[in-house]
C-alpha cells in the first residue's frame, strides 16, 4: 500500500482559505487517484475531491465546487487541497486516500484503499 500523510490544517476564520497537502510514500507505483475526504464527529466519511494522477482530472463533490480545488504535482508525489471562503459547516477532519485501481469516477469511499490519518479543520464563526 501506499502511505499518505496529510499537513496544513488548523484552526481559521470564516472567510479564511486554507490549504491541505497529503504525500504519497511506500510503494512505487501511486496508484490511478487520490482523494480527499471528511468526517465529522458521529456522521459517515463524505467525499470531497479527487483526481488522478496520469490525467489530472477532476471530481468535486457538490458543496464544496467553486470554492475546493484540487491539485497535484507529480514530482513531489503530493496533492493539495485548496479551500477557499471557508464555512463553519467546513469544519471536520481531513483524510486524503489513494485509489491503486482504475475506476470511471472517484467520489465513493470503497474506493479507496490506502488512507492517510487526518488533519482537523476547524472554522470558527
Known amino acids: 500500500q501506499v502511505q499518505l500523510v496529510e499537513s496544513g490544517g488548523g484552526l481559521v476564520q470564516v472567510g479564511d482559505s486554507l490549504r491541505l497537502s497529503c504525500v504519497a510514500s511506500?510503494?512505487?507505483?501511486?496508484?490511478?487517484?487520490v482523494g480527499w475526504f471528511r468526517q465529522t464527529p458521529g456522521n459517515e466519511r463524505e467525499f470531497v475531491a479527487a483526481i488522478r494522477w496520469g490525467s489530472a482530472s477532476t471530481y468535486y463533490a457538490d458543496s464544496v465546487k467553486g470554492r475546493f480545488t484540487i491539485s497535484r504535482d507529480n514530482a513531489k508525489n503530493t496533492v493539495y487541497l485548496q479551500m477557499n471562503s471557508l464555512k463553519p459547516e467546513t469544519t471536520a477532519v481531513y483524510y486524503c486516500a489513494a485509489s491503486s485501481v482504475y475506476y470511471n469516477y472517484y467520489t465513493r469511499v470503497g474506493r479507496f484503499d490506502s488512507w492517510g490519518p487526518g488533519t482537523q479543520v476547524t472554522v470558527s464563526s
Open positions: 511506500g510503494r512505487t507505483s501511486r496508484g490511478y487517484a
